[in-house]
């Protein structure tokens, strides 16, 4: 996998516009690339330019980094899931526009939804524990809106939990095979995601907008 990286050419450009967001951004890259473990904060510092000393400056530390990347993102998740619903007009229609704004935000932060995929159990465990009650609370949104059109006879299936678990699991895999340059858009895939989110769900009505 190839992610876009700082340009670190020269490196008193670079040591003149290191910020805290330029350290999260590089890092945001190489643990997408190598996992949290496989980086060193050598790794992100020679990425800027800059000596490893000199990141402390705008970061406290590399277990910090992974925790602001997993707790912004996820609780990013569960903003848009809100955003989606709020004007929905029933069970199929919050499912379609959850689902939409959940594959949406794999393809467009793929390096964010390949961390949060791989290296939440690095977190150490207060974090960890913190991390998967804001991952859950989503989960569980989506499993009551089966549920929900499962007791009003708009979705048919069986077992509500396996379907969320489906139709989570599909949009967590875009992020590792989504590129911005291929022939789908990240609008598209994310449309066509929330038609299939419908179907997993046993949803025999019309397409909703």
Not at 27 to 52: D, K
Not at 83 to 102: E, F, I, K, M, N
Request: charged share 25%.
């Amino acid at each position: 996998m190839s992610m876009t990286r700082p340009d670190s050419a020269d490196p008193r450009a670079a040591r003149a516009t290191v910020t805290p967001a330029a350290v999260r951004d590089a890092a945001l890259t190489l643990f997408a690339e190598r996992g949290y473990h496989g980086t060193a904060l050598s790794q992100i510092a020679a990425a800027l330019g800059v000596r490893t000393p000199s990141l402390y400056n705008h970061m406290s530390s590399k277990h910090d980094l992974l925790d602001a990347i997993v707790t912004d993102t996820t609780e990013q998740v569960w903003a848009d899931y809100e955003a989606a619903v709020r004007d929905s007009t029933g069970p199929a229609d919050a499912l379609h526009r959850a689902v939409q704004a959940y594959a949406l935000r794999h393809a467009q932060h793929r390096r964010e939804a390949l961390i949060v995929s791989r290296d939440i159990a690095s977190l150490e465990p207060a974090a960890h524990e913190r991390v998967l009650r804001l991952r859950r609370r989503h989960e569980h949104a989506i499993r009551s809106l089966i549920e929900d059109g499962v007791r009003e006879s708009v979705f048919h299936v069986d077992t509500p939990s396996l379907a969320s678990f489906a139709i989570l699991e599909m949009c967590v895999s875009i992020a590792r095979w989504f590129r911005e340059d291929g022939a789908v858009s990240a609008q598209e895939v994310a449309a066509q995601y929330g038609t299939y989110a419908l179907r997993l769900a046993g949803h025999h009505g019309p397409e909703t907008s």
